[in-house]
């Protein structure tokens, strides 16, 4: 697991709460974390467009989603 940092990685998801965010899929004109590979940390940040977040995550293939490790 390295940590990873790339530009212009920006994805939907419609996850509640405080667990694992399960990605959406990239908006036009941005990567998907697909980008970060599988297993792989990345900082991200996340918002409800009230409410944010900022932290480090590790990305999974499989289900494509992000784990909150830190926030």
């Known amino acids: 697991m390295a940590l990873v940092i790339k530009d212009r990685v920006k994805e939907t998801t419609s996850?509640?709460?405080?667990?694992?965010l399960t990605l959406a899929g990239a908006l036009t004109g941005f990567d998907s974390f697909a980008a970060i590979g599988n297993g792989n940390t990345t900082y991200y940040s996340c918002t409800d467009g009230t409410d944010f977040e900022v932290g480090l995550g590790t990305y999974t293939a499989s289900g494509t989603t992000l784990s909150r490790d830190t926030v």
């Not at 996850?15 to 694992?20: A, K, L, Q």
């Open 15 to 20: 996850t509640t709460g405080t667990g694992t």
